[in-house]
């Protein structure tokens, strides 16, 4: 797929998606209204050597790096049991000495002899107090660490820069940051289940699906257009459908070893678009000057009575089946752009044994000979053996495939049915295609 079809699958899943990032949105909004909030207070602690006066730069250097070398130390002692149990006990805390461990974190600042203490508690008056707390008790257990052997005093010094503020807004829950978390959570799976619900359809989205789903060549593509199902007349004859159907054209007159006269047009299922093909093709090849019928043996669904608006009375396929003689063409309907209609007559209980008969081939053999080309309409493969049975009758098949309706799977069927009885398939023609996606193939296409 390329980026066109992904937008396309994006469009027509923005409902799925849109649902999942408002769910999104709402749990993330839920945990921030429910969550306890958390306030992180920190203080920071400079640790230094006490140097004499007389020291050379070199000396207070030395003292400077001495006293960064320990702060990893202090850090490290912050949270011990020798200094958080002075805590506890001054600040009357119930809780035991892991439990405060785990609202305390202490580093090292990089390149310096200072470390923060930093706490988080769900009260931020406390999480100051504590983190003041623990600083004090810190400098108290180093001095006493620290101390000479004579008992003399500690040349370490630790001291607090400043008092410890009380946090005003909470760490969590964070209201933007849920929201965003939450939205892009949402979007991901509306995405993923929009791209999960299309690899699992097996409906062709564009001529490519054809190509690489089944082993049929896509003979043309036509974009959608509604005009063309309310009647071939209503085309825009400068238009990309126009344009298609002549591409149509002209390989089904030019591109095959030998000019197929009788073209059964069929379909996989109901709703592919196969009688709009025939409507657009017939009207076409009947721009070069050159004789079209249009035989409706959709016995079960007509349609080409009302796409071609035959007259009341004209010759039906049920008559001339029934019939000793074939009528003179002038007594056949025929549609202003030059197109002969034999609409279906009134159907059957069973099509197939109308369709199947000797009479069926008599009156289409001398069909072909009347006409320059006969183009028969007839119905889907997968519902009715009426198809298989007139693709016997006729010189080459044609096999329309709509898009966001055919499934490859019922394409690679409907061919193997068809095949099954050597019926000559010339191909796919997709119809309802996205706009821009031309076909894959250009005319001189072999017979499948």
């Given at each position: ?46 640790v230094s050597l006490t140097t004499a006066s007389s020291q050379s730069t070199a000396e207070v250097g030395a ?314 309409d007839s119905p889907a493969v997968l519902t009715a053996t009426d198809s298989v049975l007139l693709s016997k ?56």
């Open positions: 797929m390329g980026l066109r079809e992904y937008g396309r699958l994006l469009r027509k899943g923005w409902l799925t998606i849109s649902i999942f990032v408002a769910v999104g949105l709402a749990a993330a909004a839920a945990v921030t209204v429910t969550a306890v909030p958390e306030y992180r207070a920190q203080t920071t602690v400079l003292s400077f790096q001495s006293a960064e070398a320990r702060v990893p130390s202090y850090v490290a002692l912050a949270t011990s049991a020798s200094v958080l149990e002075p805590v506890i006990s001054r600040l009357g805390l119930d809780m035991s000495v892991s439990e405060l461990a785990s609202e305390i974190t202490a580093a090292p600042m990089p390149n310096t002899a200072i470390m923060t203490i930093d706490v988080v508690d769900s009260d931020g008056e406390r999480a100051a107090q504590i983190a003041d707390t623990v600083a004090a008790s810190l400098t108290q257990y180093v001095r006493d660490l620290e101390g000479t052997s004579d008992g003399g005093p500690s040349r370490v010094n630790l001291r607090l820069l400043e008092s410890t503020p009380v946090p005003a807004d909470p760490l969590t829950p964070d209201l933007p940051v849920y929201l965003l978390i939450g939205g892009a959570t949402g979007l991901i799976i509306g995405i993923g289940i929009v791209a999960l619900r299309h690899l699992r359809d097996g409906r062709i989205r564009s001529a490519a699906d054809v190509a690489a789903g089944t082993d049929m060549t896509v003979v043309e593509s036509l974009p959608y257009d509604p005009a063309l199902r309310k009647g071939p007349e209503l085309v825009d004859e400068d238009g990309a459908v126009a344009e298609s159907l002549r591409m149509l054209r002209t390989t089904l007159l030019y591109g095959t070893p030998s000019v197929p006269r009788v073209v059964l047009v069929t379909s996989a299922r109901d709703g592919d678009g196969k009688s709009v093909v025939v409507a657009g093709l017939a009207s076409s090849i009947a721009q070069l000057g050159r004789s079209v019928l249009v035989v409706d043996a959709n016995l079960r669904s007509p349609a080409m009575g009302d796409v071609f608006r035959t007259p009341r009375g004209a010759p039906t396929l049920v008559q001339l089946l029934g019939s000793p003689a074939l009528p003179a063409v002038n007594l056949l309907a025929r549609t202003a752009e030059g197109v002969t209609v034999i609409p279906a007559g009134r159907t059957t209980n069973n099509p197939s044994n109308l369709v199947g008969t000797p009479a069926m081939e008599q009156l289409l053999s001398q069909l072909a000979k009347r006409f320059d080309h006969v183009l028969v009758l006729a010189d080459a098949t044609l096999l329309v495939a709509g898009v966001g309706v055919s499934a490859t799977a019922d394409l690679t069927t409907a061919a193997e049915r068809l095949r099954a009885v050597r019926s000559g398939v010339l191909g796919v023609v997709v119809t309802r295609a996205p706009k821009g996606s031309p076909a894959p193939t250009a005319p001189g296409v072999p017979f499948a």
